[in-house]
């Protein structure tokens, strides 16, 4: 049905943003959004999508775009899932925008609220690590390479234990080694 072919296309939207064909992404994405909105508006599927094209739109550069995606992604989630690891994703979204922006302590804000969310359904787990992570992005920006070095240390225990030799591992390795 019409719900498999939104399937196909969030598929083939990811397989373009992989490829770093974000305009095509965009296309696909849209596309899946239009056949679920007709189908099931306001469905976590549909924020799923939203939050697809909030990545594809800062991938752009178009910060304010990726903004109002992910702010409609999370009034779904926070309607039909709160205290989920969607709204998790989300918030850890939306704190990527602001700290490109430079919104510092948007940012922060954002990536402690997901922090909460996964610390409570997902203790020790990576995407824990990945808001740790995050936040020792904000601390480096602000000039605290204590609190980056705190947070990059907490983030890379995690990633040896649950990934080692992963990518998310050299990631934080390389992040760590900037500030040192």
Not at 2 to 14: E, K, M, P, R, Y
Not at 96 to 114: D, I, M, N, P
Not at 154 to 172: H, I, V, W
């Given at each position: 049905g019409s719900l498999a072919v939104a399937g196909n296309l969030l598929d083939l939207g990811s397989v373009a943003g992989k490829r770093g064909e974000f305009?095509?992404?965009?296309?696909?994405?849209?596309?899946?959004?239009?056949?679920?909105?007709?189908?099931?508006?306001?469905?976590?599927?549909?924020?799923?999508?939203?939050?697809?094209?909030?990545?594809v739109a800062e991938s752009l550069g178009e910060s304010a775009k990726a903004e109002e995606y992910h702010r409609q992604a999370l009034a779904i989630e926070l309607k039909l899932a709160p205290d989920s690891l969607q709204v998790a994703t989300t918030f850890d979204n939306m704190g990527t925008v602001a700290l490109r922006r430079g919104e510092l302590a948007k940012a922060e804000e954002y990536y402690r609220?997901?922090?909460?969310?996964?610390?409570?359904?997902?203790?020790?787990?990576?995407?824990?690590?990945?808001?740790?992570?995050n936040l020792?992005?904000?601390?480096?920006?602000?000039?605290?390479?204590?609190?980056?070095?705190?947070?990059?240390?907490q983030a890379l225990a995690t990633r040896e234990k649950m990934a080692p030799g992963s990518f998310l591992e050299a990631e934080t390795l390389y992040r760590l080694a900037t500030i040192l």
């Amino acid at each position: 049905g019409s719900l498999a072919v939104a399937g196909n296309l969030l598929d083939l939207g990811s397989v373009a943003g992989k490829r770093g064909e974000f305009a095509r992404a965009e296309g696909y994405y849209r596309r899946a959004l239009a056949i679920q909105e007709r189908l099931a508006p306001g469905s976590i599927d549909a924020s799923s999508i939203l939050r697809n094209l909030g990545n594809v739109a800062e991938s752009l550069g178009e910060s304010a775009k990726a903004e109002e995606y992910h702010r409609q992604a999370l009034a779904i989630e926070l309607k039909l899932a709160p205290d989920s690891l969607q709204v998790a994703t989300t918030f850890d979204n939306m704190g990527t925008v602001a700290l490109r922006r430079g919104e510092l302590a948007k940012a922060e804000e954002y990536y402690r609220q997901a922090l909460v969310i996964q610390g409570k359904l997902a203790p020790g787990g990576l995407d824990v690590a990945m808001s740790l992570n995050n936040l020792g992005g904000v601390a480096r920006n602000r000039g605290d390479l204590a609190k980056a070095e705190e947070y990059y240390r907490q983030a890379l225990a995690t990633r040896e234990k649950m990934a080692p030799g992963s990518f998310l591992e050299a990631e934080t390795l390389y992040r760590l080694a900037t500030i040192l």
